[in-house]
């Protein structure tokens, strides 16, 4: 095959060719299995003559069927959204725009649309409509972003700007946190130099007596709001106090647990969210919006250009909305049109009954779960999460332990439903997470039935 230049009228072609594929892949998306199985024949070598567009998008979908369904109900694994209709068609047309939402100049729909979605943002999570923030893509990046601020911050407490300067001459960064802290905020202090190994561990009701041991010096402070296994919150109104008390920079990784401030009747699980200097979250988690995308929000709006900008004779330098000086990329997708889409498509009420809508799901397995004598609840579901085990009688600790991370594997072997196994209270355990916009009871029913099925074949295979 040729240049592709002299093969552009495949262009639609090709996008018929998708589309036929994206109506059967919907279609069935309900009812298929989680993980479908089959295996792909891509990784042969690179050709010397490629055999054009259409031909080389039928042999991607032929391997399609291999893709796990993550876009579906029953997906419950790493607490992944679904996309809502309004986010799908935006992303596609997101990829046939092709904009560098970097600057103004390089996507005016692209910087505007994010300077809207932004704003939006706030105000669906109550948050002040003075603070700043930043599309990024998920909440490694925008706990990088919040806490890069937040490193920035700190060290001019000290009189040096780090960005400029370095670490040169600086003590070591205290960064505080409970048990809660999340892995991708360990991996942004690792990026940004402060190391994880800086992080002090303490309950939440112990860190005064941390950050009274710093005698006054400036600390960075991570508040958790979700935490993984079984959803918890920090108590994030003290936190807020003791930051304001002692003038450390408060941090809060709200990955999921943000969309709490959404319902009133979790509201108060996050309540002193607002007294942060930086927040974050997901959108490809509860918004229901593709990978990738996340947001980083910061009290100090000015505090993104400082510590992310750049600068070139070739850049432009104006006071109109430019994203790429205010985050880590400057090459950036323009997450902003799926974002904004969803938010026009479906307002504040939608996503309030869409998460009143998951609470009472993750309530309803909670108690499917305490109704089963064969399965234990670990913790109380206080939000979207069920942490609970498979425990027939006869069995004890270590070999409870056992089963349940074999029967972890035998789930997702299985595929109609997906969830993956954690550690909690040093115990093996599911961690079904309900974030998808397409769950009903049926996908949550269908999960207890699953793992009561395949338990009991594992526990008579163990006997």
Known sequence: MADPLKRRDEEMAALEEVFRYAERYLGALAESPVLPGGATHLGTSLPEGGNGAVAALTELIASAGAATRSSGPRFFHFVTGGTTPAALGADWLTSLLDQNS????????????EDVAIRWLLELFDLPESWGGV???GATMANFVGLGAGRRWWAQEHGVDVDEQGFAGLPAV????????????LKAL????IGRGSVQIAEADELARNLEALGGAPAIMIGNAGEVNAGYFDPISPLADLAEEHGAWLHVDGAF??????????????????????VIADGHKWLNVPYDCGFAFVRDRSALPKTFGLAAAYLPDDERPNYGYSSPEASRRARA??????LRAYGRAGYREMVERHLALAQRLGRRVEAEAQLELLAPVGLNIVCFRFRP???????????????????LADGRV????????????FRPAIVNWRTTERDVDLLVDVVLELGARRAAAVD
């Open 337 to 342: 049109l799926a974002v904004w889409a969803t």
């Open 190 to 193: 690792t990026m940004l130099g």
């Open 102 to 113: 970097f600057s103004w100049v390089s996507s005016p729909l692209g910087s505007e649309l």
């Open 174 to 185: 205290p960064v505080l946190s409970t048990p809660y802290i999340h892995a991708s905020a």
């Open 135 to 137: 599309l990024t893509t």
């Open 418 to 429: 997906f969830v993956g196994t954690t550690r909690y209270d040093n115990k093996v355990a």
């Open 393 to 411: 009688p006869g069995f004890d600790e270590p070999a409870l332990d056992l089963l349940n991370s074999a029967l972890g594997e035998d789930v």
């Open 257 to 278: 647990g943000l969309f709490a401030r959404l319902a009133p009747e979790t509201f108060e699980l996050s309540a002193g969210v607002e007294r942060a200097r930086s």
